[in-house]
């Protein structure tokens, strides 16, 4: 089924104050500057696009807009015109290793992050058999204090794994990343989001999982299907010893141009559904670090807690923030493993 896109016009002249000219001249100066790109055979981004006429562009958003536009309505990727995304994401963990094209290989490791290189100038990858679970974060800070927690070989944890951060809403080179692990990793791997409980949060995730408004046209190649929301979810800090009175309260703005605009997406999750109600409901957001400046998981019932063996005891001393995600991490793991067990064989008669 085709994707249905929304259609932008520009009119020239148009009957409104100001200058009619200039998105025209705007879209044109990103036209010549793809078709410079294509000619000289060398790809460009868009942030070399808005600094090659910043008094024209004025802003930034304005080369994105155009450029994702452009490459829609051609049905084409951007790569296909030459325009490079530029890298910012972030990858560490035990696992996996990366063959550039140019003959340089990238072993991801648990102690150093590694930019995320885009997808045209990655060869192949190599998956270790070891890999066991893939995390993706929200935010930088967390991806950081992750790292010096060194959860990604963690002891409490039933395998070793992969930390990824887009930092924030995510480039393409993070999205074709984490696409081409959802493609290509065994199904009884978790890849799960850790985003914040409000409403940017859960559009985070919706570009992870389902893919983003500006680039439906590209929907099949980076919408990373199997992603799964681990959390942070309002409706569960309650049950974490967490006061309502801690959490942040949503700004009219959260509640109108966020929340109430993908609830009135049809296709949204149930889960996903539910949670913004809550929010709205209690009129309280809240953000990961909130796991990291309480005790709350340390009040949690033995019950609650995870074990790994007979570690139960080093579990509850680590940071809430690491019992959180151990404790959520195994969990997942167990579910996919009891899903996609192989069955064993039948004996013979």
């Known amino acids: 089924m085709r994707t249905r896109v929304a259609v932008r016009s520009i009119v020239y002249p148009k009957k409104a104050p100001g200058p009619s000219a200039k998105p025209l001249a705007q879209l044109l100066k990103v036209i010549d500057l793809m078709h410079e790109a294509l000619v000289d055979d060398v790809p460009t981004t868009k942030r070399d696009m808005y600094y090659k006429d910043v008094s024209l562009f004025k802003s930034q958003s304005v080369v994105d807009r155009l450029v994702d536009d ?108 984490v696409k081409t692990l959802s493609d290509n990793l065994p199904p009884s791997i978790p890849i799960l989001c850790l985003v914040d409980g409000d409403a940017y949060g859960i559009d985070i995730l919706s570009v992870y999982k389902r893919g983003s408004t500006s680039m439906l046209h590209e929907r099949d190649k980076l919408a990373a299907g199997r992603v799964r ?26 509640e109108k141009k966020k929340a109430m605009t993908m609830l009135r997406r049809p296709d949204l999750p149930r889960k996903w559904r ?14 990961i670090e909130i796991l990291s400046t309480t005790n709350s998981c340390h009040n949690q019932a033995p019950e609650d807690q995870i074990t790994v063996g007979d570690q139960a005891a080093d579990a509850v001393t680590q940071p809430p923030l690491l019992q959180y995600l151990i404790k959520k991490i195994a969990a997942y793991m167990a579910d996919c493993a009891q899903k996609y067990a192989k069955p064993e064989p039948e004996p013979e008669a």
């Open 70 to 177: 452009i490459a829609a309505t051609f049905e084409m990727g951007r790569s296909d015109l030459h325009v490079r995304a530029s890298c910012k994401g972030l990858i560490s963990g035990v696992g996996l290793t990366m063959h550039l094209n140019e003959g340089e290989v990238l072993h991801v490791n648990a102690t150093e992050p590694t930019l995320i290189p885009i997808s045209e100038d990655i060869s192949h990858f190599e998956v270790d058999d070891s890999l066991a679970w893939v995390l993706v974060v929200e935010k930088e800070a967390v991806f950081q204090t992750l790292c010096r927690l060194n959860i990604t070989a963690h002891p409490l944890l039933p395998g070793p794994g992969l930390l990824i951060t887009g930092k924030g809403y995510p480039d393409v080179a993070t999205r074709q990343l």
């Open 229 to 254: 929301w681990l959390g942070l979810w309002t409706s569960e800090l309650a049950g974490l010893g967490i006061d309502r009175d801690a959490l942040i309260p949503m700004t009219k703005h959260d």
């Open 274 to 287: 539910k949670e913004l109600q809550y929010m709205l409901h209690n009129r309280r957001k809240a953000e």
